[in-house]
């Protein structure tokens, strides 16, 4: 039971994004986000499958491997039984010659077998590659969105121009609405890393570890901007909800926080 969470659950993933997409449907039925986060489920779906497909050993490809190393491996015999040792081979001419002519060939072949027995992993790394790129570009579209939403205007208000954003959330949507695009930016990354969760190559986790800097950035210029919000809101309920000051009086009457008593108001 307890080994389950030792390692990401493409499923549970691709849960918590259908989840978070139908919250946004249902707070914001009309806006682009809502769009932004059905693709989001798209890709995460995708990426389940994908990791599966990259996980898996490439069995057509491997024999293809094997046998041209076995192709490889009996050239070299072949050279070494070529060989013909006499008298003028070990003369200090044609000795330098024919093993200058050995190491090229032999590193040669070493450089083919290695080049084909790499087939595997590369192609899987472009792929990896590919769709970690996508992620990429969603967490840019993802803060694209939220640009405009600034609450600083809520605070200073300002003249409109012709090219400014219209602006018609309250600041409580304004929150929900920054809260949805941090979310979306956090399972981006989680999305990146189900890719190299069965496939731990050096390139793919360099290429996620960016992702997750990339996000945590987004997220971190986001949440100034919520934090900017919960300033306000205390301050706008305080300045309504503050009870009204009790207005001094003499020693001799009691305090009053209403208008003051004719008597004292002409003192």
């Known amino acids: 039971m307890a080994k389950r969470f030792r390692s990401l659950q493409p499923d549970k993933v691709v849960d918590t994004v259908e989840r978070l997409e139908r919250r946004i449907a249902e707070r914001f039925p009309d806006v682009n986000l809502r769009q932004v986060a059905a693709e989001l489920v798209v890709m995460a779906r995708e990426a389940a499958e994908r990791a599966q497909a990259i996980g898996r050993p490439n069995i057509p490809l491997r024999i293809v491997q094997w046998l041209l ?10 050279v070494v039984k ?12 044609d000795f ?24 595997e992993l590369r192609l899987k790394r472009r792929k990896a590659l590919i769709a970690i790129h996508e992620l990429r570009s969603m967490a840019h579209i993802v803060d694209m969105h939220q640009l405009t939403k600034d609450p600083e205007r809520m605070l200073h208000g300002g003249p409109e121009t012709p090219s400014s954003p219209k602006r018609t959330m309250t600041p ?51 949440w100034q901007k919520i934090m900017l919000l919960d300033r306000m809101e205390p301050s706008q309920d305080a300045s309504l909800e503050s009870p009204p000051r009790p207005i001094p009086t003499s020693p001799n009457l009691p305090p009053t926080t209403g208008s003051p008593p004719e008597g004292a108001a002409k003192s």
Not at 69 to 78: H, N, P, T
Not at 82 to 93: E, G, I
Not at 100 to 116: M, N, P, Q, T
Not at 196 to 212: G, M, R
């Open 69 to 78: 190393i076995g192709c490889c491996l009996s050239l070299v015999v072949w």
């Open 82 to 93: 070529q060989l013909r040792l006499s008298d003028d081979v070990f003369k200090l001419d």
């Open 96 to 119: 330098a010659q024919t093993v200058d002519g050995l190491i090229a060939s032999f590193v040669g072949i070493g450089a083919a077998i290695l080049f084909v027995a790499s087939w």
């Open 172 to 222: 409580f949507e304004l929150g929900r609405y920054l809260d949805y695009s941090s979310e979306m930016l956090s399972l981006i990354s989680k999305t990146a890393a189900i890719y190299v969760q069965e496939f731990p190559d050096s390139v793919a986790l360099d290429a996620v570890n960016e992702i997750t800097s990339l996000t945590n950035g987004l997220s971190r210029n986001i």
